[in-house]
């Protein structure tokens, strides 16, 4: 019985979690967003975001502000988020101060798991738009590098 009981409750957290990163909330849009800024994909970031074209994206870019940049990079892996607070402003808007864990290989590194972390600062201003969450405002600082492992 106890077995059962851990399950259900394993896979309730299993589906809370999937919809919190798939379903249409701030902190879904923000990690989708994070991800296509860091694969450079600075068109796909722009259409979830609201007064942010492709160019000025490209200014923010994730890879350019680690390390020597973009020719540092052999493999990303999918990165580790965490929204360490969030507020709403009177507007509706809402603005998560986020950390994004990136994991990757350096070049010259061959491996299946990642060698390599780079801690980067986020804060992203997100307003609900067309019934949509869109981003509207992101600051991108590179924090640290180190080994993952």
Known sequence: M?????ISLALVALYFGYKRLTGDSPDATYVRFAEEMLQRHYDKAAALSQGLSADDLAKLGTQE?????PAMFSVLFASRFNVDSRE???D???VLHATQIVLFN???IE???PAMKAVMKQVVTL???EGAWKVTA???AFESMGSFR
């Open 2 to 6: 106890k077995r059962i009981a851990v």
């Open 65 to 69: 502000r680690i390390g020597p940049g």
């Open 88 to 90: 709403t402003a009177a």
């Open 92 to 94: 509706g808007s809402t």
């Open 106 to 108: 350096p070049n010259g």
């Open 111 to 113: 491996s299946a798991v």
């Open 127 to 129: 307003r609900k738009s």
């Open 138 to 140: 992101f600051e991108n």
